[in-house]
């Protein structure tokens, strides 16, 4: 399984982003993907999930302005970003769980920055 973000970059604050996931070697039809943060000098957090059967959970500090989806044609996940502020400033990574349950994400992106500036 190989996971390959993009779509990070620099934004002031009220804009927008969309993140990117490319999955490869990805044969499993049971599922979760996940995105996940981390700011310099804080834990990594769970921010958003989607199982196969299209059900998704979203982190309460960012509910109602990102929004998680994937294109299975493409096998590609996204994170829609909008509203952005700038404690969304963080390296943003996507990860799969092939036992589906969204506890045990084995697989990880290199990560994609995204800096908010007030």
């Known amino acids: 399984v190989q996971l390959v973000e993009s779509g990070g970059g620099s934004v002031q604050a009220g804009g927008s982003l969309r993140l990117s996931c490319a999955a490869s070697?990805?044969?499993?039809?049971?599922?979760?993907m996940g995105w996940f943060r981390q700011a310099p000098g804080k834990e990594r957090e769970g921010v958003a999930t989607?199982?196969?059967?299209?059900?998704?959970s979203t982190t309460n500090s960012v509910k109602g302005r990102f929004t998680i989806s994937q294109d299975n044609a493409k096998n590609t996940l996204y994170l829609q970003m909008n509203s952005l502020k700038p404690e969304d400033t963080a390296m943003y990574y996507c990860?799969?769980?092939?036992?589906?349950?969204?506890?045990?994400?084995?697989?990880w992106g290199q990560g994609t920055q995204v800096t908010v500036s007030s």
């Open positions: 990860a799969a769980d092939i036992v589906g349950s969204c506890q045990r994400f084995g697989y």
């Open positions: 070697g990805f044969p499993y039809s049971s599922y979760c």
């Open positions: 989607i199982n196969s059967d299209g059900t998704t």
